[in-house]
């Protein structure tokens, strides 16, 4: 991809991170991704509260994995 633009030395890298969150903050996490933001409005408020349910019920902490994908390059000289 950086190719096409003169860069050169064109590395991938990743990084897992794992974080962990309470019931409130999961949800506040999740409202953020496009699956949740276009669901209707009594369909969002039953699945956010049968989450936040589940997550209290397993002592209201849960870890969330992420990879953090990281492309780098080099502009040529």
Known sequence: ???????????????????????VKYICYISTHCEYII???????????????VIVDGGNETAITDTIPSYFARRPL
Not at 39 to 53: E, F
Request: glycine share 8%; with cysteine.
């Open 1 to 23: 991809m950086f190719l096409n633009y003169g860069f050169k030395d064109l590395e991938y890298k990743e990084w897992k991170s794992v974080g962990k969150q309470d019931a």
């Open 39 to 53: 669901l209707d409005k009594p369909y969002k408020t039953s699945n956010c509260a049968g989450i936040r349910k």
